[in-house]
């Protein structure tokens, strides 16, 4: 959420929902978790964070959930610094199995994505 482009009205409406002020309620906002990490992760062992949101938006966001509410992610960013995340991601980080799958099939999804992009839909029809 963005509190600059709601409408005054319903950032009041929020903050008073959560019995906080309105500039609060933007503080809150702009401190929340975020997971930044994630598609420079992605990218560090070979997988397109874009690609993936376009392929498998489920399992991207599935990702960037468990991320957000990581606390590994000092480890993680030092990591990203350093590059040395391929080698030390899967010691800390909450989605290194679904990243692992992930990573076995990438390699044939870049290579056919018309039919990635049908799996990713049949997925997504039969998600509950």
Do not use: F
Request: proline share 6%; charged share 25%; with cysteine.
């Amino acid at each position: 959420m963005t509190v600059e482009n709601q409408a005054p009205s319903v950032v009041e409406r929020i903050a008073n929902d959560l019995q906080v002020s309105p500039a609060n309620l933007e503080e809150l906002v702009r401190r929340a978790p975020t997971a930044d990490e994630l598609p420079r992760l992605l990218e560090a062992l070979g997988i397109s964070a874009r690609d993936l949101a376009r392929v498998e938006p489920i399992v991207g966001a599935n990702l960037e959930r468990v991320c957000t509410l990581c606390k590994s992610k000092p480890e993680c960013n030092r990591d990203l610094a350093s590059g040395a995340s391929a080698e030390h991601y899967q010691e800390y980080c909450l989605n290194a199995s679904r990243i692992a799958r992930l990573r076995e099939t990438w390699s044939w999804s870049t290579t056919a994505p018309k039919m990635m992009a049908l799996i990713g839909m049949l997925r997504a029809l039969n998600a509950p």
